[in-house]
């Protein structure tokens, strides 16, 4: 079946820097990839729509110059954590559209622990 | 605007027992799709079923059995004979429908219920 991945699985780093974190469609082309955040013990939110070739959809409340889309290819979507602070970590998970056959579905990736220091 | 009431936020069973999740939608859209997927303590959600708004028939899929009411606008989802291994964390979602012919939008999720199946 369609297989979603996302890379890196977790991340550690201090506050300040910038983390990329990469969801591919494996055996499909995804024109619509989401990316939802996740806190400790709560439900997923949508922070952002990306389709690729256009500038992404972003949430109410999601500052789009903090977190960075990019949707370069039919294949990969990037979210860049800028300047990252401790109120960032969280659990960021992405999820891709897939058109079929069978039949359309979105496929979530294994999604990435980021820990900010 | 979309939401999805999952009033449920733990349930604890001991095993074998049958266990029911409860999730209300609202949406003003008349075309749209309901999900419930599976959060183990791994992180990686597990689809386990999508309905579209058309399709009011209940689902049987082993262990597990969906009843959809839309007089109701309700979505529930029952596990009979539950198993340890069904110890996770469950998501009601809805889906408007998608862009461009697409069937599937961004999914807005319930806030989950914490199932502990106790040996």
């Known amino acids: 079946g369609a297989v979603v991945s996302q890379h890196p699985s977790r991340v550690i780093c201090k506050s300040g820097t910038s983390v990329k974190i990469e969801c591919r469609s494996l055996?499909?082309?995804?024109?619509?990839m989401f990316w939802y955040r996740q806190f400790p013990k709560q439900s997923l939110m949508l922070m952002a729509t990306?389709?690729?070739?256009?500038?992404?959809?972003?949430e109410q409340g999601v500052e789009k110059d903090k977190f960075l889309i990019n949707h370069a290819s039919l294949t990969l979507s990037t979210l860049t954590v800028t300047s990252a602070h401790p109120e960032d970590s969280s659990f960021y998970i992405c999820s891709a559209s897939h058109i079929g056959p069978p039949e359309e579905t979105q496929y979530f990736g294994p999604g990435t622990r980021l820990l900010v220091l | 605007a979309q939401k999805v009431t999952q009033a449920q936020t733990e349930i604890s069973v001991v095993e074998k027992e049958d266990v029911t999740l409860d999730c209300v939608y609202e949406t003003r859209d008349t075309t749209y799709y309901l999900f419930w997927y599976k959060q183990p303590p791994s992180g990686e959600l597990v689809f386990l079923i999508r309905?579209?708004?058309?399709?009011?028939q209940n689902e049987i899929s082993g262990r597990y059995s969906w009843n959809f009411q839309k007089s109701t606008s309700s979505f529930n989802f029952t596990i009979t004979a539950s198993q340890v291994v069904d110890s996770a964390v469950y998501f009601c979602a809805l889906s408007e429908a998608g862009a461009g012919g697409t069937s599937y939008g961004k999914l807005t999720f319930g806030q989950g219920t914490i199932l502990t199946v106790h040996p």
């Open positions: 990306s389709n690729e070739g256009s500038k992404a959809t972003y």
């Open positions: 309905r579209n708004s058309f399709d009011e």
């Open positions: 055996d499909f082309q995804a024109t619509t």
